[in-house]
């Protein structure tokens, strides 16, 4: 049964997508602002039609200007629920090749996401360094930093590569713990469990000593990340 609402749910929501996808990228040409009004919109359809109710913890230790947000991933549904609940507008870093899926795509560039280039070395590092100026110039980001899905429920090892680029972009951290999700749609499923209710925490926020040199300043993140993200979840 689960299985069956799942496949019924992406039969209607993915058009869904696409359309208000195409309605985000028209609606920049008026205001660069209207893009989050959209995708807030989007996440919040998408929850309601799975019958999700979401609270947020933790409002209050937002800090004024850009930021990286960290969240555990354990569901298809996180991006919905941060999209759609999280207080501040967010662009996501995603990888270079869906910016080319047309109107999906073509409307993330519009939205102002950021592409990440995973290719070789160098031009990875090219990339990592233009993210890191446009968080840097104002844009508040959010990413995964286990990478995937969990399947198990459980949080997964971090990757470097979100504590690179916080490091070179030099803004606050916020680590946020999404609990619930895990039930509503298991990571390797295409199952959808309705009904549930999903907490998210925002942490206090980690800042990097300014004194501290690069390569510690990615460990300290990840470590303190971690500590928060498991703590929240536990």
């Keep these: 049964m689960a299985l069956l609402r ?88 995603a990888k270079k090749e869906l910016f080319s899926i047309p109107v999906f795509g073509w409307s993330m560039r519009r939205g102002g996401y950021i592409p990440l280039d995973r290719g070789d070395g160098r031009k990875a590092l090219k990339s990592m360094d233009e993210a890191a100026q446009q968080i840097k110039n104002g844009t508040s980001v959010i990413l995964f930093p286990e990478g995937t899905r969990t399947r198990n429920g459980q949080l997964l090892p971090f990757k470097r590569g979100g504590f690179l680029l916080a490091a070179r972009a030099g803004v606050p951290v916020v680590p946020v713990s999404i609990i619930g999700s895990f039930s509503i749609n298991p990571g390797g499923s295409l199952g959808l469990n309705p009904g549930r209710k999903v907490q998210v925490v925002i942490h206090p926020v980690i800042s990097v000593p300014q004194e501290m040199k690069r390569a510690a300043a990615e460990a300290f993140l990840m470590q303190q990340v971690e500590q928060a993200i498991a703590g929240g979840l536990a």
């Design 6 to 93: 799942g496949l019924v749910y992406m039969a209607i929501f993915f058009p869904l997508t696409f359309i208000i996808a195409g309605c985000a990228m028209l609606g920049t040409l008026l205001s660069p602002r209207a893009y989050a009004g959209f995708a807030r919109f989007w996440g919040h359809l998408g929850l309601a039609m799975a019958g999700i109710r979401v609270t947020v913890k933790g409002r209050e230790n937002l800090p004024d200007g850009p930021i990286i947000v960290m969240s555990n991933h354990a569901s298809n549904f996180d991006i919905l629920i941060m999209q759609g609940y999280f207080p501040r507008p967010l662009s996501w870093i």
